[in-house]
């Protein structure tokens, strides 16, 4: 079960070094977009972008809707950091590949992590098109060993036995719950709790029944990962997952065939136009 594969702090740093002299930015935040959500990344300011493909030792997005794209710019006068498109355990990459730009982040100066995605809501409160903060995880892929930090420890990054139980910032939490109150958008925002699953089928009824029964609020294939990596190199981690559809625990003809119309729709129109509350509803 367990990979052979080691990427050693020399490789992180050759990365970091060759992106930290192709750009004049300095990001302290980094944003992965999920997907639907590359978009966030077209609006910085002063952009440097690299394809996934010119930058050394990058792993390839394989995911439609996922750009393969790390987008430097400031946003909101904050220098920032974008992936367009991430990597899943499914597409077949490994854990360490899934989460080698967090390393790299890391040496290139980020002290802030935020991780978006698409996930599934298991909550009767959490309908299509909300907005969910991650008040914390379940990292089964990580619960049966298939976790990026299994292997050699490098002590660079952090310990052995990193502690899990405050990895998602409870001050940012707070904060994007206050703003989202200001903003008058509260009541399609809440906290909640993230379960990853490896992917790429969507759960079974039982599945889905087994879920809701352990206290997961919404489920989805990322996330978990790139979080314990980014907690054990001493990352703050702020994550938001938006709500793409009811998981169903009940059988029913599953509507969802096609992953990126789904998301496009979903994101790319406002949340409460026509075929945002066709999805809501759907
Ligand atoms: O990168 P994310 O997590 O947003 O990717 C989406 C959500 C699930 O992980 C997967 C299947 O829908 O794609």
């Known amino acids: 079960m367990h990979s052979k594969e080691q990427i050693s702090h020399d490789e992180y740093q050759k990365t970091s070094d060759w992106l930290m002299s192709h750009t004049k930015h300095r ?12 978009m966030l990344a077209d ?24 750009a393969g794209r790390l987008v ?41 992590l935020i991780v978006t995605n698409a ?3 298991l909550a ?5 098109g909300d907005i969910m903060i991650i008040k914390d995880h379940i990292n089964f892929p990580g619960l049966v060993g298939l976790n990026p930090l299994c292997g050699p420890n490098d002590e660079k990054f952090g310990p052995r036995f990193p502690a899990m139980s405050g990895c998602y910032d409870k ?16 009541s399609l925002v809440q906290e909640g709790v993230y379960a990853m699953v490896g992917g790429p089928n ?32 001493g990352l703050r981690v702020f994550g938001l997952s938006l709500i793409t559809n009811k998981v169903r625990q009940q059988s029913q003809i ?3 065939n096609n992953h990126n119309s789904y998301f496009s729709a979903l994101f790319h129109k406002s949340v409460t136009n026509k075929e945002c509350s066709n999805l809501r509803n759907g």
Do not use: N
């Open 27 to 38: 990001p302290i935040v980094a944003i992965i977009c999920g997907s639907g959500l590359g």
């Open 254 to 256: 599953l509507i969802v």
């Open 43 to 66: 609006t910085l300011k002063c952009q440097d972008s690299f394809d996934y493909s010119d930058i050394p030792g990058f792993p390839q997005s394989t995911v439609q809707g996922h």
């Open 119 to 121: 996930a599934g809501s």
């Open 171 to 186: 001050g940012l939490r707070s904060l994007v719950m206050e703003l989202a109150k200001q903003m008058g958008v509260s």
């Open 124 to 128: 009767d409160g959490l309908r299509p």
């Open 72 to 112: 430097f710019g400031e946003l909101k006068g904050k220098s920032c950091v974008c992936m367009q498109g991430r990597f899943h355990m499914y597409e077949g990459h490994s854990l360490l590949k899934t989460t080698f730009p967090i390393r790299v982040f890391k040496l290139m100066g980020v002290e802030t």
């Open 202 to 233: 969507f759960e079974t009824i039982a599945e889905a029944k087994l879920l809701h029964r352990l206290g997961v609020d919404a489920v989805g294939m990322s996330t978990a990962p790139e979080v314990v990596v980014a907690t054990h190199c």
